[in-house]
């Protein structure tokens, strides 16, 4: 694949995808590279649309190598049903919980999807575990993923069986979920100074929170009415 590549030519362009898939097919299973494994299973899902090929290469990957990011985008396609995969939720979370403790590209994704199917309950006969649910979120919260320290915050303001109610660790986990940009966890830190929940009474701390969580509202707005115009 030397030289450069007139991406104008339809015939050089075919060839260089087409040899990118035997470069990557041969990385994959001869030399057994794990990322080289991953590269084709983007390059199947991606390039070639070929999401039955793709989600072999991907169970093999995640399977055979642990690959992180194979394990997560694995556990993608069970819970649509992608790529000729029974849709599966206790099987997708199995992947999920392996790609996150890997510690990899998409293990703080992949701690949120846990997270989530634990507190779902789906993944355990209907029935919610809410301290997995828990110890998830907070795993991927550490990564700074602020949906997962808002739900974090909600379970310490409700409480749930096997955690207890914390207002403390609440304001704490909304606090940084705010400072992470979530329009809800500001709105909620607010109501918590407001009412003295988890912390002293602090009208003036609830007055920025709820500004902050105004100017974010806009900000998306703005940002929603950007968009439909750049269409």
């Known amino acids: 694949?030397?030289?450069?590549?007139?991406?104008?030519?339809?015939?050089?362009?075919k060839e260089f995808l087409d040899n990118l898939g035997i470069e990557y097919t041969y990385q994959c299973y001869r030399e057994k590279d794990p990322e080289g494994c991953q590269r084709l299973a983007d390059y199947l899902d991606g390039i070639k649309k070929n999401y039955e090929a793709a989600a072999q290469v991907l169970k093999h990957n995640c399977e055979e190598h642990q690959h992180g990011e194979s394990c997560y985008k694995l556990g993608s396609y069970y819970i649509v049903g992608k790529g000729g995969l029974q849709q599966n939720l206790k099987t997708a979370y199995e992947c999920f919980v392996k790609s996150c403790e890997k510690d990899g590209k998409k293990s703080v994704d992949a701690c949120h999807n846990a997270a989530l199917l634990a507190h779902d309950g789906q993944v355990f006969d209907t029935k919610p575990d809410s301290v997995k649910a828990r110890d998830y979120y907070t795993k991927a919260c550490s990564g700074n993923f602020a949906p997962s320290c808002f739900n974090l915050s909600t379970i310490y303001i409700q409480g749930a069986p096997g955690v207890t109610k914390d207002m403390g660790k609440a304001l704490k986990y909304s606090l940084k979920a705010c400072d992470l940009g979530h329009i809800w966890a500001c709105a909620n830190t607010s109501r918590m100074y407001k009412l003295g929940e988890g912390t002293p009474k602090n009208n003036e701390k609830a007055?920025?929170?709820?500004?902050?969580?105004?100017?974010?509202?806009?900000?998306?707005?703005?940002?929603?009415?950007?968009?439909?115009?750049?269409q």
Not at 1 to 13: K, T
Not at 207 to 230: C, I, T, V, Y
């Open 1 to 13: 694949m030397a030289g450069l590549i007139n991406f104008q030519n339809e015939a050089e362009v």
């Open 207 to 230: 007055e920025l929170f709820k500004n902050r969580a105004k100017e974010l509202h806009k900000e998306q707005k703005e940002f929603s009415q950007q968009l439909k115009f750049g």
